[in-house]
């Protein structure tokens, strides 16, 4: 019940195109939805995040997009870079009070020039 | 601002050791988290802290313990080590309920 399914595994996109990285839920008592990346050797570094009463979010090259009813959410990254070669991960907060991150197993990106 | 630190960023102990790995938040955050990243598991939460008191805890054996100072700065400690126990374990601060900066990790290696 509180995990989060994320999808795919890894994925290849060429430079220029739309990357795009899925997750799911089950528990409707998460809040706060926040997309994190991580480069080999770092910590994940927060991205972009959004919450359950907003459909979309964008900033700069990433969008996430939420949708509540099926309780799904999707990071787009548009013309995606070499630069943007990592791992994802979409996470989610529990309504608890307290910090609380559920990960979801992460997506590795790989964009060719 | 300086981003959160923790050391060391590198340890090998032996199964059966104990370890101590340390964290320092960004300034002005009261909420620290710890998390293990591993290839099989991901990344699992391990406990919060808040103003020194323990606000969350995930499913993690009782070998795995930490606490707050006053200062906001934070320590995990794993008694008793295990294979098992070879991870990245990550710190993140948080200013407001919501978002968690994390640190570069510490990379314990048990043998």
């Known amino acids: 019940q509180q995990q989060v399914k994320q999808s795919p595994q890894s994925l290849i996109v060429q430079k220029g195109g739309i990357s795009i990285i899925n997750c799911a839920y089950e528990?409707?008592?998460?809040?706060?939805f926040p997309w994190y990346q991580q480069f080999p050797g770092k910590g994940p570094a927060l991205l972009i995040a959004i919450r359950p009463d907003v459909s979309e979010k964008k900033e700069g090259r990433f969008t996430i997009s939420f949708n509540k009813s099926a309780k799904q959410f999707s990071l787009h990254i548009m013309d995606s870079q070499p630069g943007d070669s990592a791992t994802y991960f979409c996470?989610?907060?529990?309504?608890?009070?307290?910090?609380?991150?559920?990960f979801g197993q992460g997506t590795r990106l790989t964009i060719n020039p | 601002k300086a981003g959160v630190t923790q050391t060391p960023r590198y340890l090998i102990k032996t199964r059966g050791q104990q370890v101590t790995l340390s964290c320092s938040p960004i300034?002005?955050?009261?909420?620290v988290s710890w998390y293990q990243q591993t290839p099989g598991q991901g990344l699992q939460f391990l406990f919060e802290y808040f103003s020194e008191t323990q606000r969350n805890k995930g499913n993690f054996p009782g070998r795995f313990s930490g606490r707050q100072f006053s200062n906001s700065r934070s320590e995990m400690n794993v008694s008793t080590l295990e294979l098992g126990d070879s991870a990245l374990y990550l710190c993140a601060s948080s200013p407001t309920p919501y978002e968690q900066y994390f640190g570069p990790g510490t990379r314990l290696t048990v043998t």
């Open positions: 528990n409707t008592a998460f809040d706060y």
């Open positions: 300034s002005g955050h009261r909420s």
């Open positions: 996470a989610a907060r529990l309504i608890q009070g307290a910090q609380k991150l559920v």
